[in-house]
C-alpha cells in the first residue's frame, strides 16, 4: 500500500517535495514513479527511479526542475520539484512497478493534490 503526501497550495516559481511511504516489506524490490493527472486530462508520467536508484527518467517538460529519490531503509520515495508552474496542478500519485522502464504496475497511492497559483 503506497501512502502520497505533501501536496498542497504554492505560488508560481515555488518548489515543494512529495513523499510516497509504502507498507510491506518488498518496496526496495521496485521500480516507483510519480504521475499526474489534471483536470479533464489523462494521467501522466512525471518520473521514475531504478529499485536501487541507479537509474532515473523524468517526462521532459519536468528535466532539470524535479528530481525523484528513494530511501529503501525508509520505504519512501520523494519528489523534489522546483519552479512550479500553473499548468502542473494535478493530482500527483506514487505506483510501485515490477518493471523498467515503469510497467507491470502493482500498487497505485491514492493521490495527493498540487496547485500551482499564478
Known amino acids: 500500500q503506497l501512502q502520497a503526501s505533501g501536496g498542497g497550495l504554492v505560488q508560481v516559481g515555488d518548489s515543494l517535495r512529495l513523499s510516497c511511504t509504502a507498507s510491506g516489506r518488498a518496496f526496495s524490490l521496485y521500480t516507483m514513479g510519480w504521475f499526474r493527472q489534471a483536470p479533464g486530462k489523462e494521467r501522466e508520467f512525471v518520473a521514475g527511479?531504478?529499485?536501487?536508484?541507479?537509474?532515473?527518467d523524468y517526462a521532459d517538460s519536468v528535466k532539470g526542475r524535479f528530481t525523484i529519490s528513494r530511501d529503501n531503509a525508509k520505504n519512501t520515495v520523494h519528489l523534489q520539484m522546483y519552479n512550479l508552474k500553473p499548468e502542473e496542478t494535478a493530482v500527483y500519485y506514487c505506483?510501485?512497478?515490477?518493471?523498467?522502464?515503469?510497467?507491470?504496475?502493482?500498487?497505485w497511492g491514492q493521490g495527493t493534490q498540487l496547485t500551482v497559483s499564478s
Open positions: 505506483a510501485a512497478a515490477r518493471d523498467w522502464p515503469l510497467s507491470n504496475f502493482v500498487s
Open positions: 527511479i531504478f529499485w536501487n536508484g541507479s537509474r532515473k
